[in-house]
């Protein structure tokens, strides 16, 4: 039996706090406020900031999407995440990805007041939080260990492995992992042997952007398996990381692609803009 | 036959290297200047102090040792990191631990200007290290990086274990063992079986403070092992965290202690120190 964690109803709960916790700051006369910084006309990316936009709405969090296009240079990204940065009335600044002109995410974030850091892009966030200081974690990552907290997966002493260095997913749910005690291991395309490495995971974390990557030769039949993966499909969905199929009946659990750490990811990020409003 | 893997030949090469290139700054008016920020009196922080200024200066770089006294408080230590951060004749800067009252290094030191922060101290240093994104990194990490390049030990898909989660060691060695394609596994005083995770390892790095902690039990006979610990002995000598005398014969490589990691780490603070200055 592989039980899918579903992340629909633990984002529907934060959504429901925030919304509690927008009203109380609202009544105290402070509006929680979110910008989106967009300098691209990539398609999926508008997708993406349009159902921010809208669950934030949804939720008493107001969201600005401000759009610079795909022609602004870095120089005009940082002076619009600087000028944002010294507004009192926003309170969460998001930087979208993809940048134009092979711009660096994590080069322009540093203009981001880590303050208003919300999904934690800013390397003076990633830092302070590899350093167990109070720091905005990337939503996504965040999203990842909310979920397996949802589900009570214990962690301390586990062994968990994470497919996937980058920096907005990978390397911080590494740190969040080992932060809860975990033996963390990070894997990644130069791995010698990638199944020998992921089945030795307790608690097995995959985010790569390669649809089917994982299969069951790639896992122990008590792992948990987190699949952050958003692969679009020919058919218009998405697919994860994990060839779900191959794994279902082999696993101990397994978060599907959509509605698991998605919609998780989202939730998080406006609880995040509420933490930052409540300062 | 365990081959020994002495940082001392290393260490020379490296200041004298650091010589030549003070010496050249310094025809060009630039003179080389390390401080290093003292809170403690603390003796073996005393004596580490002490040989870094003496090593500094045989290197032709000047070394200010700045001692706030162990009733520094920590606005007093920040208000001095600033000062130095600002002063142009200063290219690198160190805060010595420990630290007065509980107060933590990685939350004063984010005072230290990154360009100066030759220990990469500031969280800052750490974030930037982590994304890629040029930095000086700690140099005792940097010294176990410096000692596998010199010795040419392979890391790009090869696993590599670090065991301890330090801020100043574990944690940036790991990241720069990724950053070298490594496979990269952290263990630390949770992990559940710690012998049959450093087994697993081609390259252990162990970086902990307690002597004589990874023995025979924990290593693979085709293992490099990388002693960072130094801890004192009852004779007044230094104890690394492996137990050479269980290890040797046992694996294919070992630094020894004293002699290892230490005079790599001393060499490449004044390196980063020059590198400041350089700019």
Redesign the interface.
Known sequence: MTAILSGTELGRQIRAKVSAEAAALSERGVHPRLAVVVATDDESSAWYVRSIAKTAARSGVRCDVVDLGAAATPAGITAELARLSADPAVHGIILQTPLPGGA?L??LATAIDPAKDIDGA????????????PAHPPATAAAVLALLDHYAVPL????AVVVG?S?VVG?PA??LL?AR????????R???DLAA?TREADVLVVAVGRAGLITAEHVAPHAVVVDVGTNPTTDGGLAGDADARSLTGRVAALTPVPGGVGPVTTALLLRHTIAAASR
């Open positions: 660096r994590e080069e800013n390397p003076l966030s990633l830092g302070r939080l590899t350093a167990g200081l301390a002493g586990r062994r260095r920096t390397k590494a740190q080992l005690n975990a033996t963390v291991t990070i894997c990644h130069h791995t010698a490495c």
